[in-house]
C-alpha cells in the first residue's frame, strides 16, 4: 500500500517533489528565500500580479493550465502543492 498525503491519493514522494518546486517558485516570485511550505500568500504580501506569475511559473513546469482564481482558497505553498499534485495524479 503507498503512502499518501492527508489521504488525498497523492504518494508522498510525489507530494514532496511538488512542494519543493512550489516553494522554490514562490520564493523567485516573492524574493524572499525566507518562505516555507506554510506561509500565507496574503501574510507575504501577494496580490493578484504574484499569484499569476506563480500559477504561470507552476503550470509551465508542469505543462498543466492552471486557474489563478483556485488557488485563492489555497494561499500556502502545502495547500498549493497537494492541488497541483492531484491535478498531477489524473490520467491526462
Known amino acids: 500500500m503507498a503512502d499518501s498525503a ?3 491519493g497523492v504518494p508522498e514522494k510525489d ?4 512542494m ?3 516553494v522554490d517558485a514562490w520564493r523567485r516570485v516573492f524574493e524572499r528565500p525566507d518562505l516555507g511550505p506554510d506561509d500565507d500568500f496574503f501574510a507575504a504580501g501577494g496580490d ?3 499569484m499569476v506569475m506563480l500559477v504561470t511559473e507552476i ?3 508542469y ?3 492552471l486557474d489563478p482564481v483556485s488557488f485563492f ?3 500556502t505553498p502545502r495547500q ?3 492541488v497541483v499534485a492531484e491535478l498531477l495524479s489524473r490520467p491526462r
Open 15 to 18: 507530494m514532496a517533489d511538488v
Open 48 to 50: 493578484s500580479f504574484r
Open 73 to 75: 482558497d489555497t494561499p
Open 20 to 22: 519543493t518546486v512550489v
Open 63 to 65: 505543462r498543466l493550465a
Open 80 to 82: 498549493m502543492s497537494r
Open 6 to 8: 492527508a489521504g488525498d
Open 59 to 61: 503550470g509551465d513546469r
